[in-house]
């Protein structure tokens, strides 16, 4: 019985690492270009999964802050499942339907079902600037409901939140936070002062502030400033605004169900509405789980996104690998004759070209991990985004890296071990 002279794999693994180092040493440009298409796809995994996974835990934070059983109304149906964003249904419903009035939260929180229904409506992208002291700034105008502080997790710094009576009787005052107040006033006490709100070159309205508004610790709040917030009453009096923007907040009672509150909630707005048994719902009961799933979808875009960047950058890695891989076969084929006529079995020589290539990858893998891990760390001290990078994303980037070197070195890895003993012997 004849005795194999192949190689353990200790000493084949051993082998390739040390082709793959005189690799890096005889063909510099091509081995850091490698490295560097293969890190640059590592690091575009590292820093976008650390990004979204952020993103995710602010958002999740939010959701859970807000309440599970806590859904929303908006005036336009839901097209399908899910929010109807970008679809003819939608954008038809959006514009036929009847705007939601702040009034009917009064009529919903006297359901037993209902702790709390406020109303809102987001003026920001409007363009509105407050004006005071000679000064201007752009702002976040949001009108609200006496109820909305209960809900949204801000607190009052100083001064009072409107009452339920001013909000009745359409008094014009308004809760500013820290950045309007410092903009405005600049270290003056900015309560009981005056303010006009309005956009450039169209009527302002009159407001007194009464307080200072601090928004709930997360990502989203954090990412808006300059909040001004008004009784809804006096928006709709003093700075008309598209009703079509007004959603409501439900938050139903603790000891009732979500599916008993979405139920009294959708048979009363179908009353307020007017819609007879046989009509389809002309507004949208939003829960918390479709809000979830809509976020997924976002962030699945941005998914995609990471693929396809990172997939560019293992592919540029891919072709430094094949380049150099068919150099090393070449520059070794009198070593590879010379091993073959010794014992060397084909399967040891495809392994040790294999490690040779998978190791230059995986170098790139691991400067990208480094690289990618310190960018997601600068993203999270500099900026609100609560960037972590997720194990899962280590464990993809490293694998990634490697199989990068084993698929792209195949091809120059099965063509030196298939060469024939002979011929490459008399090679010159």
Known sequence: MSKSHGMGFVPTLREGVRMAT???????????????????????????????????????????AAGPNTFYIMHAPIAGGGVSVGTEEGETAFFKNEPLKPRWTAELERLPEIKYATAMADLSQDGYRAYAEGEDVRISLIAVTARYLEMSGGTITDGRYFSEVEDERRSPVAVIDASVAEDLWSGSDPLLQRIRLGRPNRRQAVFRTIGIYEAPDNLFAGLATHYVLIPFSAAD???????????????????????EALDA????????????????????????????????????????????????????GGIGVIGIMMISVTERTKEIGLRKALGARRRDLLLQFLVEASTLTALGGAIGLAFGGGIAWVVQELTPVPASVPLWAVAIALIA??????????????????MDPVEALRYE
Do not use: C, H
């Open 22 to 64: 005189d690799s890096l040493v005889t063909n510099k440009v091509r081995s850091g270009l490698t490295i560097l298409g293969v890190a640059i796809g590592v690091i575009v995994v590292m820093v976008m999964s650390a990004v979204v996974e952020g993103l995710n835990s602010s958002f999740k934070d939010i959701i859970a």
């Open 401 to 418: 890296s490697v199989l990068t070197g084993v698929g792209f070195g195949l091809y120059p890895a099965a063509r030196g071990a298939a």
């Open 237 to 259: 009096k003093y700075l008309p605004f598209w009703d079509r923007l007004v959603n409501f907040t439900i938050v139903p009672r603790d000891d009732v169900s979500l599916d």
């Open 265 to 316: 909630v959708q048979g009363r707005m179908r009353q307020i509405r007017g819609l007879s048994p046989g009509e389809a719902d002309d507004f949208a009961l939003i829960t918390q789980d479709e809000v979830l799933e809509f976020w997924g979808r976002i962030t699945g875009v941005f998914f995609f996104v990471m693929i396809a960047l990172s997939g560019v950058g293992l592919m540029v």
